[in-house]
């Protein structure tokens, strides 16, 4: 498993008594016994300690790292663990097979890859993220929608107003600034709400994790830049529509 052995020698076969007087303890386990030393320590058991390993997450990252004891049990093997390089696995599992029914013809063949045992932790984040995803995803389709209707009654119902401004003398910019401006403070309005609600329960669902990361005001702010964004992209159209208008067309009843 490539474990990074920190103090102490692993398991050899240069030393038979290793099979059943010896064990090797990752770092959380010498924590807990608050062991200075730990190699030749004895534990409950009766094994002696060889070697110790850095820690490594055999658990999902819901859990910290508890302590392991690693010893060696010939006489009751349940899983074999094989390295293989992945280039062609069909023909390596074909060779394990053969080499499993050789040494054990009686039991069945069963295999699965560490990679997706490890993928199977961490499944109800992966279902959770993409209805995240898609239930973002229409939630923002629908309130372009709902902007969309927003800025085209609005435009309409002031249609008349826009003439005349441009008849004073206003710019086409103006005008789009004039149209915009009431989405653009909803939306820093709604911002400041949801900030607070967003950042709760995206802290209560990190508490779930053992090891997690910080949320900073930076996904926040990008998360409101982004929403400016496709608000004014949303209401651009309409506005720039609106700007550019002939105002005769505007004023021809009036």
């Known amino acids: 498993l490539d474990l990074d052995l920190v103090a102490g020698r692993d ?3 240069e030393f038979p008594i290793d ?10 386990a010498v ?5 200075d030393s730990p190699i030749g320590q004895k534990l409950p058991q009766g094994t002696t300690v060889i070697g110790v390993v850095k820690d490594y997450h055999y658990q999902s990252l819901h859990q910290t790292i508890a302590p392991v004891i690693l010893y060696l049990n010939p006489n009751n093997v349940s899983y074999i663990l094989v390295r293989i390089s992945g280039t062609n696995i069909p023909a390596t599992l074909s060779l394990l097979k053969e080499k499993w029914q050789e040494a054990a013809p009686l039991v069945p063949f069963e295999y699965y890859f560490l990679d997706e045992d490890i993928d199977r932790f961490y499944r109800a984040e992966e279902r959770f993220g993409q ?3 898609y239930s973002a995803f229409f939630a923002v389709f629908i309130a372009c929608l709902g902007v969309l209707g927003l800025i085209t009654l609005v435009t309409s119902r002031r249609t008349r107003e826009i003439g005349i401004r441009k008849v004073l003398g ?5 005008i789009v600034l004039l149209l915009t401006k009431q989405f653009i403070m909803l939306m820093v309005v709604a911002n400041i709400l949801i900030w607070p609600m967003a950042n709760w329960i995206m802290n209560h669902w990190l508490e779930n994790f053992a090891y997690r990361t910080e949320i900073g005001i930076e996904a926040f702010i990008l998360a409101g830049v982004l929403a400016m964004a496709i608000t004014l992209l949303t209401v651009s159209y309409q506005a720039i529509r609106a700007a ?3 105002p005769a067309d505007a004023l021809r009843y009036e």
Do not use: H, L, P, Y
């Open 11 to 13: 398991f050899s076969r």
């Open 19 to 28: 099979a059943k007087e010896s064990s090797i303890v990752n770092q959380a």
């Open 31 to 35: 924590e807990e016994m608050g062991w």
């Open 131 to 133: 209805i995240a995803t």
């Open 170 to 174: 206003a710019t086409v910019s103006n």
């Open 244 to 246: 550019v208008d002939n």
